[in-house]
């Protein structure tokens, strides 16, 4: 394709402006170029829109052109050929420089010279470190114009610059410190406030269904949660939670928070209570982002305490009392219940709940309203589990199974992303938020696991939360929500396994409980640990449900001998392939227990 390069190249200050309008447009829309004309054509943009400025007429570009030209280097750079050339210091520093003398007269070929440096740090790693260093200082820009526009546009370019940015903490570990560390002075804010304030006016810009709000809000918050995960990692802060899953030493993300970060806990909640579900995916962008956001953050017990309302609540959510109350001390509980916890730590979360209490602080130098001091009234455990609810039935209508393959087709027709990566981060939440209260846990067993829970239908044949969870316990293609899964009916469970075993059923359980490296069998016929079901039927213990009566059926002792055989087959093959542990294989024990007599 030398054609179009030698066209440009014979374009010259004093060609009319209609013929170098039809050359760029050529460029930026040519469908195949090879790589060498491609790098020498964005050399020779870069060149002329570098000294395209306003009232300029002695280059071979006017400022009119600028537009045109940024389009073309945009479209150059889709390749990581052309991105390669963008990527380099000096080429960053020429947009950023042009994008800077255009913001003011013609913002729209601004917001294309950043696109361009976008492009680049999607395609090529080693821009990232390029555009945070010293000799170009892109970072800081964008933080800047995060700062100082309020438009949708502007905050999707400059989020997308800042996550691609800190993507990595390795590469940018020092300016992820140096920009949350950045002073409030005179009309400079801080990154967390001015990170805040957008998400706080993109909630609401999203929710009034303006253009681009939707795009803003998920590169803001993918940058919000490069900041959440990286940033505690990187500096000496309070460990708030022991997660205890690192055996290196080395800080896990949810364990670690630093009070620098307190101001984007209200923001990320009220994004996550107030944004609609999704089409056709209930959970899809932003909601999902928003969702990984408040995974970063530890000890989320701090966080429900101050946002959901102090007073107990039904399933819908209005205010109750009385003994059928989730949390009142006469309603369902276990018997193993501890007592509640109390925070043992103090200090950033405190202050974060003082925070939230009193409400923000007014950002008076910001463009933002000022806001009520009172926190809005969200039930964010309320909100969490109905969400759940409409993305389970959602995924999996019905009783179908997990892993039937219309399942997979629909994830695959909705989004790029497995169902594990759909629907895992919304249950860890909700495991989250149940472990570590008590009366969280409480709520949502009562929801889950109500005193009068219809046991006539085999549990995991339920066609509602309950049923698809346990569905989910043994599905062989969605290994995370399998293991997420049990550990909401575990943690549900007070984390005792008889507990688990004698709300759920031996059977739905005893897989989870193996892989946990818990063994135990099912409960004997006598035990009365069992959940009594108010009818005073008989519960049987291997399903959960109730124990229908049935006939006995008559038998020969040849019948007899041929199915005891059978059984011994089956149970001796679960035991060598470790389905089974062998002290929880019913014929070895009965084998056991002759010979003991």
Request: hydrophobic content about 40%; some cysteine; overall charge negative.
């Amino acid at each position: 394709m030398a054609d179009i390069l030698a066209s440009y190249n014979a374009l010259s200050p004093s060609s009319p402006r209609g013929d170098v309008s039809k050359v760029l447009n050529a460029i930026a829309t040519i469908p195949i170029i090879d790589n060498a004309s491609r790098e020498a054509l964005i050399i020779a943009l870069l060149s002329d829109v570098g000294s395209c400025k306003p009232g300029s007429t002695s280059g071979r570009l006017h400022h009119t052109d600028a537009h045109l030209a940024l389009s073309a280097i945009k479209s150059l750079g889709r390749q990581p050929s052309g991105s390669s050339v963008i990527a380099s210091a000096q080429n960053l520093s020429t947009l950023l420089v042009v994008s800077k003398s255009l913001k003011d007269s013609n913002l729209e070929a601004s917001l294309e010279g950043l696109r361009c440096i976008a492009n680049a740090l999607l395609l090529i790693e080693s821009a990232r470190a390029s555009l945070i260093s010293d000799s170009v200082n892109g970072g800081e820009y964008a933080i800047l114009l995060l700062e100082k526009s309020s438009s949708p546009d502007v905050i999707f370019i400059a989020s997308r610059i800042l996550f691609l940015a800190t993507a990595s903490s390795i590469t940018a570990g020092s300016f992820i410190v140096s920009i949350v560390e950045r002073k409030s002075s005179g009309r400079v804010l801080s990154l967390v406030d001015i990170i805040s304030i957008r998400l706080e006016s993109l909630t609401n810009a999203l929710l009034g269904g303006a253009k681009m709000a939707r795009e803003a809000m998920v590169d803001l918050l993918k940058f919000s949660f490069n900041i959440l995960t990286h940033y505690p990692k990187l500096v000496d802060c309070e460990e708030v939670v022991e997660l205890g899953t690192s055996g290196d030493g080395a800080k896990v993300m949810g364990e670690y928070w630093s009070d620098r970060l307190d101001g984007l806990l209200p923001p990320l909640l009220r994004a996550f209570n107030t944004l609609p579900p999704g089409s056709p995916s209930p959970l899809a962008p932003p909601l999902n982002h928003a969702i990984h956001a408040l995974l970063a953050i530890p000890y989320i017990k701090s966080l429900q305490a101050i946002w959901l309302p102090s007073h107990s609540y039904s399933r819908r959510g209005s205010p109750t009392s009385g003994p059928n109350s989730p949390i009142s001390p006469g309603g369902s509980s276990l018997a193993s219940d501890p007592p509640r916890e109390t925070s043992r730590h103090h200090g950033a979360f405190d202050r974060a709940k003082h925070m939230l209490t009193a409400g923000r602080r007014s950002l008076s130098r910001s463009s933002s309203p000022a806001r009520s001091p009172t926190p809005p009234n969200h039930d964010t455990l309320l909100h969490t589990y109905g969400l759940l609810e409409v993305a389970l039935s959602h995924y999996f209508p019905g009783t179908i199974e997990p892993d039937d393959a219309s399942v997979r087709a629909t994830a695959k027709t909705e989004s790029e992303s497995t169902m594990d990566e759909l629907l895992a981060p919304l249950l860890m939440l909700l495991l989250k938020l149940v472990a570590g209260d008590t009366n969280a846990r409480e709520r949502v067993r009562e929801w889950l696991l109500p005193a009068n829970l219809d046991r006539t239908v085999v549990l995991e044949s339920r066609a509602d939360t309950l049923g698809r969870l346990l569905r989910l316990l043994t599905s062989v293609y969605h290994t995370r929500l399998n293991s997420i899964s049990g550990e909401l009916l575990y943690a549900l469970c007070n984390h005792d396994a008889t507990i688990l075993i004698s709300q759920m059923g031996y059977g739905n359980v005893a897989g989870f409980l193996f892989n946990k490296g818990i063994v135990t069998g099912p409960p004997s016929s006598g035990a009365t640990s069992g959940p009594i079901d108010t009818s005073g039927a008989q519960i049987n213990p291997i399903t959960g449900a109730i124990q229908e009566e049935r006939a006995e059926i008559e038998m020969t002792e040849e019948e007899r001998e041929s199915e005891a055989e059978k059984l011994f087959v089956l149970f001796d093959r679960l035991e060598r392939t470790g389905a089974v542990p062998p002290e929880a294989n019913p014929v070895r024990r009965a084998i056991q227990r002759s010979f003991a007599s």
